[in-house]
């Protein structure tokens, strides 16, 4: 059973800045794509951004510019660097892994990230 445990989430005041980090529990070679979800109170799961094995990125338009994600094969793990942050970005993060081609995904835990004006 994969397992992908996020770390990094917080409170911070707005323009701060977090980082956090999804550490799969084997290797991520298996997955194609490799991203990161949010979910505000009353709103649907949402893409904040991917990222795929041939290293091809996504943003949602709200993050462009202020978001940074990112992949060490070496560590297993999947980075999301937010810079600039705004309270609407407050949301639980989730990290996701897939492997497209068997509609298999996987999903962490969550992280609460919580933007103060």
């Known amino acids: 059973q994969e397992q992908l445990v996020e770390s990094g989430g917080g409170l911070v005041q707005a323009g701060g800045s977090l980082r956090l980090s999804c550490a799969a529990s084997?290797?991520?070679?298996?997955?194609?794509?490799l991203g990161w979800y949010r979910q505000a109170p009353g709103n649907q799961r949402e893409l904040v951004a991917d990222i795929t094995s041939n290293r091809g990125i996504t943003y949602a338009d709200s993050v462009k510019g202020r978001f940074t994600i990112s992949r060490d094969d070496t560590k297993n793990a999947v980075v999301l660097q937010m810079d600039n942050l705004k309270p609407e970005d407050t949301a639980v993060y989730y990290c996701?892994?897939?492997?497209?081609?068997?509609?298999?995904?996987?999903w962490g835990q969550g992280t609460q990230v919580t933007v103060s004006s």
């Open positions: 996701a892994a897939k492997r497209t081609w068997l509609s298999q995904d996987y």
């Open positions: 084997r290797s991520i070679y298996s997955f194609n794509v």
